[in-house]
């Protein structure tokens, strides 16, 4: 297949940090495309993060505003999206999966327009081996032009080439686009995109571009549209949400946000991620003064040993954590706190691994995401020698878990015999005549109904069991 780069991604450009305007994108449909996707349909395959899946929301949302319906067979659909993760090797693995499988469905229906999207193809190499291996994908874009979508599968058809336009630069904000929400309760709400951070393992800085806050005007918008539309929860997303505000040069900060939010009227609000050095006293006032935001924090650590996080760049210690975590617990006693954790840093010693045990420990996290370092060509941390092993990584992974299952455990024990308020989700995956939400404190909660008529509304169950991933209880009339 020939291909058409309209742009190619660059790791130089993407580490930019450029002190320009952030450009804010007001989307409108253009008439040329209108009936582009007339009798046609598509789907979306959604991977890694919770922003990956607003993402995706946001490009149904674009292919519905030009005619295409949702597919019901996704190896049948006229065009195929795979919104794609770069955060671990892992990640990328399944993906290479997947499109292995495409390539065969390809060759049954040659119309069919395979398009590769999101983080992956922001990383050079990645982009590399498609143009190199994959010949039968026919767009690869990245993260930061969506609203090109109706234009690049334009050229598609018309060029029958493979069309690649993956922007490096530091992204703007796309404002006013339609979505398909997955949920008819539950909202995702980007407060804001990309990341500064730059810890030294990670990708996201990279692939992401700039950290860019939306307007608060903006988001309040949102939300009271959700409000009205009947929605009770919602996610504020971004990397790094306690750096909301500091872009636009106002003294507006996340905490304001949180606390303008609760006016709203929604139900309950939770945020994710928050990131430890940023969080602040005005954030952890408005948990403990606003109803609507709810007792659950995730606070990935990383690290429980002070070396190591200095190495990582997170730019806090291990005391200085824990000092967040004990004002946040007085502030708001009941909350749970979730976090995410490394093993296998390059270089990282047996002692340092200890420490981040001893941390799990103290902090006594409800839940934790447990990893082992994926190197991640491009970034710092890929340039680190390092001495532990494969196997070691994965002994210390299993040796954590331990310690971190018993905490999923004791986060639920502590409800038993309590009456929990579940936002119902529905039938329960697990078990006939059950259904499932999530309490305030984001425990996954089964409860015997076949009431459908629950979903989507708030319920009191009483719990009678604690398990390790979840909690039975019973219905309250
Ligand atoms: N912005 C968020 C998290 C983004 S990625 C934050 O800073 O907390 C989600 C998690 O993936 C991270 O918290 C980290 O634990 C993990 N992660 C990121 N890069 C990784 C890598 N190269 N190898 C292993 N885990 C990684
Ligand atoms: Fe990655 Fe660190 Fe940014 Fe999180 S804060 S996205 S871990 S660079
Ligand atoms: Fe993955 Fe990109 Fe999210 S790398 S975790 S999809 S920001």
Known sequence: MKNIKLAMPSLKDAK??????????????????????????????????????????????????????????????????????AIRENAE???????????????????????????????????????????????????HNRDHLPELIYQAYLTKAKVVEVLSNEGTILE??????????????????????????CIVPYTRGRERSRSKEDIINEVNELVKEGYKEITLLGQNVNAYGKDLGTDYTFGDLLYDLDKTGIERIRYTTSHPRDLDEKTMLAMRDCKSVMPHLHLPVQSGDNDVLKIMNRKYTYEEYMSKINRL?????????????????????????????????????????????????????????????DKEKHERLERLNVYVNEGYKKGHERFLNQVVEVLVDGESKNGEGMMCGYSKHLKLTHFKSNDLSLIGKTVKVKITEAKTWFMIGELCE
């Open 329 to 389: 617990k007085e502030l708001v006693p009941d909350i749970a706190i979730t976090t995410d954790i490394i093993v296998g840093f390059p270089n990282e010693t047996e002692e340092q691994f200890q420490n981040t045990i001893k941390l799990v420990q103290n902090a006594k996290f409800e839940g934790a995401y447990t990893f082992i370092y994926s190197k991640r060509e491009g970034t710092p941390a890929a340039k680190m020698p390092d001495s532990v092993s």
């Open 16 to 85: 930019l940090r450029r002190k320009l305007d952030v450009e804010t994108i007001r989307y409108k449909e253009n008439n040329k495309y209108i009936n582009l996707g007339k009798g046609k349909t598509y789907y979306i395959f959604t991977y890694g993060c919770q922003g990956n899946e607003a993402d995706s929301e946001v490009m149904a949302g674009i292919l519905e505003g030009v005619g295409y319906t949702l597919s019901q067979d996704p190896m049948n659909s006229d065009v195929v999206l795979l919104n794609t993760c």
């Open 176 to 201: 006013d686009a339609p979505k398909v929400r997955q949920s008819h309760h539950k909202a995702w709400v980007n407060i804001m995109y990309g990341c500064d951070e730059f810890c030294t393992y």
């Open 93 to 143: 693995q399944r993906i290479w999966g997947v499109l292995g499988q495409l390539k065969g469905r390809k060759r049954e229906k040659p119309d069919m327009i395979v398009g590769i999207c999101g983080c992956m193809p922001q990383e050079e190499n990645a982009t590399n081996k498609i143009l190199e291996s994959y010949d039968f994908i026919d767009l690869v874009f990245g993260t």
